[in-house]
């Protein structure tokens, strides 16, 4: 009689007990499958404002809305000194957030240079995580070009990853580089096609990253949204390489990204800081979208005043 009772009581610990563990078990594989991160570019908010540490707006949207980690795609600090860079850390510190940093011009002074190299190694640097490949490249280092060295660790990293997955951040949209296709398309300060024409991007890293065509790769950068014809967002397909790029401090239109990686499937929203604005989805945030025939560039002002002084002087001779 004994005996039965026991098998019966095990029978419904059994019953009780394994549901619950396999429901732990599935919520552990979901979580190891899956991750969350935050993108954002030019956090330090308005230029000619004089606050320090994180933008307002973009401090008390990651109080309340927690991801695994953030990515700081430059210029995450107003002014590289030890005053700045402390209350950046302290806010970090309140946040319980997991970062990564990449160097924009912003940030290019000694201070920034040291925390990075001392949590990372050095200025460029990758992370490789259970489900995705992070590479962080220093634009500033040889602007507008990717120095040969950080190429070579792009390659090297994406070569030996097992991530089918890989997100490259820098600073500058290194691509906005074209005459034509890029009128009308400004980022912040050299972001913009007279600082870029000259670049390595479309010419090395571009085609060096489409040669892996069976991963999906994502290039972030971080340098728009701050005041002017700045754009506030941008995206752009080529072939396996996804060019993306968000930013923040007109007070408008702030933004960041938003990404979720679960399963092999990549999905990459555009986050508005400004809760009276509406953002249209970061897909429709094209050079089409953005790209018009004016303003000329300086070369084009010259060339046509040069134009007109010529049939000016035409003119004056045929007159005569």
């Given at each position: ?213 069976n991963k999906q790769i994502y290039v972030i950068a971080g340098d728009t949204g701050h005041a002017g014809k700045s754009i506030p967002a941008y995206w752009e397909k080529l072939a396996n390489v996804t060019l993306l790029a968000t930013g923040m ?72």
């Open positions: 009689m004994g005996t039965k009772y026991l098998i019966q009581s095990f029978l419904l610990l059994g019953m009780i007990f394994l549901p619950l563990y396999s429901q732990g078990q599935s919520k552990v594989i979901r979580k190891a499958e899956s991750t969350s991160f935050y993108i954002a570019g030019h956090a330090y908010g308005q230029s000619r404002a004089s606050t320090v540490g994180i933008y307002p707006p973009l401090y008390s949207y990651l109080k309340q809305h927690p991801a695994d980690f953030i990515v700081y795609a430059g210029d995450f600090v107003r002014r590289c000194d030890k005053h700045s860079l402390s209350a950046f850390e302290q806010q970090m510190k309140k946040l319980e957030y997991q970062y990564y940093l990449a160097l924009g011009n912003h940030d290019y002074g000694r201070p920034c240079k040291d925390l990075i190299t001392k949590k990372w190694g050095n200025l460029h640097y990758s992370v490789q995580l259970k489900n995705v490949l992070l590479l962080f490249l220093n634009s500033q280092e040889s602007f507008p070009n990717i120095a040969a060295k950080q190429l070579h660790m792009v390659d090297a990293q994406i070569k030996d990853s097992t991530s089918q997955i890989v997100f490259l951040f820098l600073h500058e949209l290194l691509w906005l580089d074209n005459r034509w296709k890029h009128r009308g398309v400004s980022g912040n300060g050299f972001s913009r096609y007279p600082y870029l024409k000259n670049g390595n991007f479309r010419k090395l890293l571009l085609p060096l990253l489409q040669s892996y065509s401090g007109n007070g408008i239109d702030d933004n960041i990204l938003g990404v979720e990686i679960n399963k092999g499937q990549v999905e990459v929203r555009l986050i508005p800081l400004n809760d009276t604005t509406m953002l249209q989805p970061i897909t429709e945030h094209s050079a089409n979208h953005y790209r018009s025939y004016l303003p000329l560039y300086v070369d084009e002002y010259l060339w046509l005043m040069s134009l007109l002084v010529g049939a000016l002087y035409l003119t004056f001779r045929i007159r005569r």
